[in-house]
């Protein structure tokens, strides 16, 4: 659920576009996943209402433990350009 409501009071309204995030390596291997949010909705007044998620380094695609680590290895945060 979504922090401060109660059940019954939101109801799915779809997902917002899917986030993709970069991640510690595993196996040598690039790792990164794919986020899909859900959106709701308030079902008294039809308010749009999301939970807050922040996994992410500000300004990056980084998860916030990789993009630390890689700042105190790199001292920076390297672009590594677009995801794929």
């Given at each position: 659920?979504?922090?401060?409501?109660?059940?019954?009071?939101?109801?799915?309204?779809?997902?917002?576009?899917?986030?993709?995030?970069?991640?510690?390596?595993?196996?040598?291997?690039?790792?990164?996943?794919?986020?899909k949010?859900?959106?709701?909705?308030?079902?008294?007044?039809?308010?749009?209402?999301?939970?807050?998620?922040?996994?992410?380094a500000?300004?990056?695609?980084?998860?916030?433990?990789?993009?630390a680590?890689?700042?105190?290895?790199?001292?920076q945060?390297?672009?590594?350009?677009?995801?794929?």
């Amino acid at each position: 659920g979504v922090d401060g409501y109660e059940a019954g009071q939101l109801r799915p309204n779809g997902f917002y576009e899917e986030s993709t995030v970069r991640d510690y390596p595993v196996r040598g291997r690039k790792m990164t996943f794919h986020v899909k949010r859900r959106r709701w909705v308030e079902i008294e007044t039809g308010k749009s209402v999301s939970k807050r998620w922040d996994i992410v380094a500000e300004g990056t695609r980084f998860s916030k433990e990789f993009a630390a680590f890689l700042k105190g290895m790199l001292g920076q945060i390297p672009d590594y350009g677009p995801l794929s």
